[in-house]
């Protein structure tokens, strides 16, 4: 398992969909809100899962970013951590570690954000949870 600093750094120069992914996990990890909204293609769509008031298929860049601030509103979730990146001919992938916490109570969670690339931007976004009954329970 690499780490957060290796995993961002430690990749091919010619691989887009890396690239892409690879860029974004560096702006998150820095806090740099600008350079993650920058990542996402104007076109961006969320596909969130779950049982809770923000599941669903968010198209377009304003919705999707409005519905992760929204997530991080009712969460107050914090990044732990990347644990990988990964990258294959059509998809890229982030595994990370993420801290949630709501009325007391806080959890970690760990998730596989898969997405898609167009124009060298995030353009889809899968958000698969470790533990889907945990977060919907955060996002009641």
Known sequence: MESSSTAVSNHPAGDPIRQAVSRYAAAWLAGDRNGVAASYHDDFTLHYFGGNPLAG????KPAALAVLAE????TNRKLLGIVDIMAGPERGALLVREQFNRDGKAAEVERLLVYSVRDGLLWQCWVYDQDQALVDSFLA
Do not use: L
Request: cysteine-free; glycine content about 12%.
């Open 57 to 60: 298929v968010h198209r377009g």
């Open 71 to 74: 997530v991080t509103r009712r």
